[in-house]
């Protein structure tokens, strides 16, 4: 009606609207971390998920033979079902880590929201013939104002590979990392938005 007049007020609001994807790497020198990976995983998610406004989703890489990536967490599934595929992941083959974020770039463009956020769970680098494509890929994530964030298990990520990262020197200290994303997750997810009543 373009008249301002039909509203009682105007004022600003905090809002949340954004997409979030967990990538999870499930090479075989994950295997022994793979147990407490899944459990982090899985409160991340159901953490995120229960906050309105977040659309969450998440895969692991490398997938079987047909696909790149085993999908954990869809839109349309829940996060019991997501708890039953986790359990059934094992560590696995290389480090295809270009895949799993080409993955999740393709899953947060599937979202019409305002921010966009992707966190690679890894214990180190990728295949060396994909790191230059890994690096590449997260200076286009954040020229696109996509975040990326490395969580790192053990070994130190190279700030060319991803220059946001978290790094796990001892697994007991996963689950309070895992506490501090969600904290930074929060503070990401938090956007101010003019709301008309």
Same mark, same amino acid.
């Given at each position: 009606?373009? +008249?301002?007049?039909?509203?009682? #007020?105007?004022?600003?609001?905090?809002?949340?609207?954004?997409?979030?994807?967990? &990538?999870?790497? %499930?090479?075989?020198?994950?295997?022994?971390?793979?147990?407490?990976?899944?459990?982090?995983?899985?409160?991340?998610?159901?953490?995120? @998920?229960? !906050?309105? *406004?977040? $659309?969450?989703?998440?895969?692991?890489? /490398?997938?079987?033979?047909?696909? *790149?990536?085993?999908?954990?967490? $869809? #839109? &349309?599934?829940?996060? #019991? @079902?997501?708890?039953? =595929?986790?359990?059934?992941?094992?560590?696995? +083959?290389? $480090?295809?880590?270009?895949? *799993?974020?080409?993955?999740?770039?393709?899953?947060?463009?599937? =979202? @019409?929201?305002?921010?966009?956020?992707?966190?690679? !769970?890894?214990?180190?680098? /990728? +295949?060396?013939?994909?790191?230059? $494509?890994? =690096?590449?890929?997260?200076? @286009?994530? #954040?020229?696109?104002? !996509?975040?990326?964030? *490395?969580?790192?298990?053990?070994? /130190?990520?190279?700030?060319?590979?991803?220059?946001?990262?978290?790094?796990?020197?001892?697994?007991?200290?996963?689950?309070?990392?895992?506490?501090?994303? !969600?904290?930074?997750?929060?503070?990401?997810?938090?956007?101010? =938005? %003019?709301? +008309?009543?």
């Amino acid at each position: 009606m373009n +008249d301002g007049r039909v509203f009682k #007020q105007r004022s600003e609001a905090l809002s949340i609207n954004a997409a979030v994807h967990i &990538s999870l790497d %499930i090479s075989a020198s994950m295997g022994p971390r793979m147990e407490l990976a899944r459990e982090a995983v899985l409160a991340l998610m159901i953490a995120l @998920k229960q !906050i309105n *406004g977040v $659309t969450m989703s998440a895969s692991a890489y /490398p997938g079987d033979s047909d696909n *790149g990536v085993f999908e954990i967490l $869809t #839109q &349309s599934n829940s996060a #019991q @079902k997501a708890a039953s =595929v986790l359990t059934a992941l094992n560590g696995h +083959d290389s $480090t295809p880590m270009a895949t *799993g974020l080409w993955h999740s770039v393709h899953q947060v463009f599937q =979202v @019409k929201t305002e921010r966009k956020l992707i966190l690679m !769970i890894t214990d180190g680098g /990728p +295949d060396r013939d994909h790191y230059k $494509t890994v =690096v590449d890929l997260a200076g @286009k994530c #954040q020229a696109s104002e !996509i975040d990326v964030v *490395g969580v790192d298990i053990n070994t /130190p990520i190279s700030e060319e590979l991803l220059p946001s990262s978290v790094i796990i020197d001892h697994l007991n200290q996963l689950k309070l990392a895992m506490f501090g994303l !969600i904290c930074f997750c929060n503070h990401f997810l938090l956007q101010a =938005v %003019i709301t +008309d009543y």
